[in-house]
C-alpha cells in the first residue's frame, strides 16, 4: 500500500477535480492506487451525472477562442441550471476548454446522434466493401465494422473526441466530472468552428 501523502491527494485533485476529502477516502479505499483511484471517482462522477441529465439548463454562457495566427477560431454554447453556476470559475475554465477543442479538433457533430442516418450508413457501407476486400470472415465483418464506427465516432463527435489537454479523458467524461463536482447538469448546446478560407462547421443541438 501507497503512502496516502499530501501530494498524491494533490495529484489526484489536479487529475480529477476531486475534493480533498473525496480524494483522500478514494486513495485509502485504493490502497494509494492513483489509477483506480482515478477509475473510481469516474464512476462515481458518471453515476451522479446520470441523475441529473433530465433537469432543466436554461443558464450558460457562450465563450469563444481565436488562434494566435487570427486565422482559425470557434464559439461554443455551454448551458447549466443556475446563473450561480454559470459565473463559476470552473464552468468558465470548462466552456473555454471547449472552444479550444473544437479549434484545434474540429469536430463536425456534438454528438453521434447528431449524425445524419445516411452518413452513418455509408461509412458503414465504406467500411464493409474494404472488410470484403481484404477477405475478412463474413461473421467478423459487422462487429469489426461497429468497431471502427466508434473509432469514426471518437473522431468527428465533440463530446467522443480525446481532450487534448489530457487524452485519457474524453470531452464528455470531462462535463461528467464537472456535473459531479458542480451538483448542476451541464449540456454543450452547440458550436461553430470557422476558418479564414471560408470553412466553417455548425452543431447545434
Known amino acids: 500500500m501507497s ?4 501530494a498524491l491527494v494533490q495529484k489526484l485533485r489536479n487529475m480529477t477535480g476531486a475534493g480533498i476529502m473525496d480524494a483522500k477516502k478514494i486513495l485509502t479505499k485504493t490502497k494509494g492506487d492513483i489509477a483506480k483511484a ?10 451522479k451525472a446520470l441523475k441529473k441529465q433530465d433537469r432543466a439548463v436554461s443558464e450558460g454562457l457562450i465563450d469563444a477562442y481565436i488562434h494566435g495566427t487570427g486565422k482559425v477560431g470557434a464559439m461554443v454554447q455551454v448551458k447549466c441550471e443556475t446563473d450561480f453556476v454559470a459565473r463559476n470559475e470552473e464552468f468558465k475554465a470548462l466552456a473555454h476548454d471547449i472552444a479550444l477543442q473544437v479549434t484545434a479538433m474540429n469536430p463536425q457533430y456534438v454528438s453521434p446522434k447528431d449524425i445524419p442516418q445516411e452518413v452513418i450508413d455509408k461509412e458503414k457501407e465504406i467500411y464493409r466493401a ?3 476486400a481484404q477477405k475478412k470472415p463474413e461473421k467478423a465483418i459487422e462487429k469489426i465494422v461497429e468497431g471502427k464506427l466508434q473509432k469514426y465516432f471518437s473522431e468527428v463527435c465533440l463530446l467522443k473526441q480525446k481532450f487534448f489537454k489530457n487524452d485519457t479523458v474524453t470531452i464528455e467524461d470531462l462535463i461528467t466530472e464537472k456535473i459531479a463536482k ?3 447538469n451541464i449540456q454543450l448546446a452547440g458550436f461553430t468552428r470557422v476558418e479564414l478560407d471560408g470553412s466553417r462547421t455548425c452543431n447545434s443541438k
Open 130 to 132: 474494404q472488410l470484403k
Open 182 to 184: 458542480l451538483g448542476e
Open 3 to 6: 503512502e496516502i501523502t499530501a
Open 38 to 47: 482515478v477509475e473510481e471517482l469516474r464512476k462515481s462522477g458518471q453515476a
